[in-house]
């Protein structure tokens, strides 16, 4: 890996599987006719979204649920490809997508009808039971690394249990996919798939991720802001899995859109023809979304913030959208390749990436950076306007960039290996105000504009590269 740049300041499933898998024990579908019910809304569902989209009518329009899947994560027959609704929850969904055309075409959306208030409800007692059905196939060193990750990163606890927990708990099997439910539900045991194909860490962490109450990123209320979604590279059938939530029936607990979350759909999702299903706004962030390495950092916030909030009786200042720990309440928890006491500093980097901190001048400095490491920057325009004040001993600092100035960066030289996504070798560049988002990653195939700037004060650079080779 070699990465030079400069910067400067500048002015499917058989039909009968359909059954075989949601008709399983403590599945949400009591019977052959709950499950017909539920594939008569997805079509339902799909006609509405259709409507939305403003997509015409077709013979093609019905979902086929006996089709092939394109990857197990992609099941025609569940809401989204990935998740098991109950019919409460199906029905709070169409209606929510009923009163999006409704709005749509002017009209006063209809009487809500009575149904539950949330569309999931918070695990309310840790740890969480679990059960690693072994005897169904399942992969017992996946389910234990997702669970460790999720727990290593919140104060969300498991325990393990070698039998089917009688209340609310987790049940880990090999199924025809990789689906879960959406939050805890009921007062029984939930199942969540681990099926062939679905073993990565990032894969089983994203469904548990819905067990806590995730949605997609992508189906977040705000979406429209972050990326269009190409409904003419859609499968026939399945613009229903690109349903919008509303406002209201999902709680982001202030954490905002995350490009680089590991619940975002990638691009190329239900494509029909190797094109874009989803296209973000921003084309630079075009290689971020649809990582499976694991949680992002706002996954992780985002967690935290649901069950871990009352854990410290004070909180820090923390900067840049880092956030008192809640496993180290005398510790700010850092953005990705943001550390110090505040998280106003680069995090920490080995020796041969050099000092993290740099300063923008009015010259361009060149950045390198060359190995298979890690390697965190962050470039700031230090302006000392005066000092706020000072709390345990940390002096909050103010920092602005001259009247009209901005840092500016281009990469002339920039050289990986190939690599999947962008899980483990890239470039990574954090150029807007927030700094907690996952930055625009660059692959080997990127192609980065020569001359872009940077939209705050302070420029975050992480490059980071796992291969055994070295492209030089």
Not at 143 to 158: K, N, Q, S, Y
Not at 304 to 321: D, E, F, I, K, V
Not at 410 to 422: G, I, K, Q, S
Request: hydrophobic fraction near 35%; proline fraction near 4%; include cysteine.
């Amino acid at each position: 890996m070699l990465i030079a740049a400069l910067f400067s300041i500048c002015a499917p499933v058989a039909g009968r599987n359909v059954y075989v898998d949601l008709l399983r024990e403590n599945s949400p579908f009591a019977d052959a006719a709950s499950i017909e019910r539920h594939l008569s809304k997805m079509q339902r569902l799909n006609r509405v979204q259709s409507k939305i989209m403003g997509v015409r009518p077709t013979s093609n329009d019905q979902i086929d649920f006996d089709a092939e899947p394109a990857r197990p994560d992609q099941l025609p027959y569940l809401f989204e490809g990935d998740i098991v609704l109950t019919d409460n929850q199906m029905d709070s969904i169409l209606k929510n997508a009923e009163d999006q055309l409704w709005a749509k075409q002017g009209l006063q959306p209809r009487a809500r009808r009575s149904m539950t208030s949330s569309l999931y409800a918070r695990w309310t007692a840790l740890p969480i039971p679990y059960y690693i059905n072994t005897g169904s196939g399942v992969s017992e060193p996946a389910v234990l690394a997702g669970v460790a990750r999720w727990e290593a990163d919140t104060c969300i606890t498991f325990t393990r249990q070698y039998n089917r927990p009688n209340g609310n708990g987790l049940e880990f099997f090999l199924g025809s996919g990789c689906y879960s439910m959406i939050g805890r539900v009921g007062y029984s045991s939930q199942q969540i798939s681990i099926g062939y194909g679905c073993t990565s860490l990032g894969t089983v962490t994203h469904e548990i991720g819905h067990a806590f109450g995730f949605y997609h990123e992508q189906a977040r209320y705000d979406r429209d802001n972050y990326v269009s979604i190409m409904s003419q590279n859609i499968q026939n059938g399945y613009l229903s899995q690109f349903t919008k939530q509303s406002r209201s029936a999902m709680e982001d607990y202030g954490v905002g859109y995350d490009y680089g979350s590991v619940m975002h759909y990638d691009q190329f999702s239900f494509s029909a023809n190797s094109r874009y299903t989803i296209q973000t706004i921003d084309t630079n962030y075009q290689q971020t979304i649809g990582q499976r390495e694991g949680p992002s950092f706002m996954d992780v916030k985002r967690v935290n913030l649901a069950y871990c909030n009352s854990t410290c009786s004070s909180t820090l200042p923390c900067r840049n959208g880092g956030y008192t720990d809640p496993k180290n309440c005398v510790a700010c928890r850092c953005p990705t390749g943001l550390g110090g006491t505040l998280c106003d500093r680069a995090a920490t980097n080995p020796a041969q990436c050099g000092s993290g901190d740099l300063q923008a001048t009015s010259s361009l400095q060149l950045l390198t950076a060359s190995g298979a490491t890690s390697c965190s920057f962050v470039i700031k325009v230090h302006i000392l306007d005066n000092v706020d004040e000072k709390k345990d001993d940390h002096l909050l600092l103010k920092f602005q960039a001259p009247p009209g100035h901005r840092i500016y960066y281009e990469v002339p030289t920039f050289r990986f290996t190939a690599a999947n996504l962008c899980s483990y070798n890239f470039l990574e560049i954090k150029y807007a105000a927030d700094l907690q988002r996952v930055g625009a990653r660059y692959v080997y195939t990127s192609r980065i504009q020569p001359k872009v700037v940077a939209k705050s004060v302070t420029l975050s650079i992480t490059t980071k590269y796992e291969s055994s080779l070295v492209n030089s």
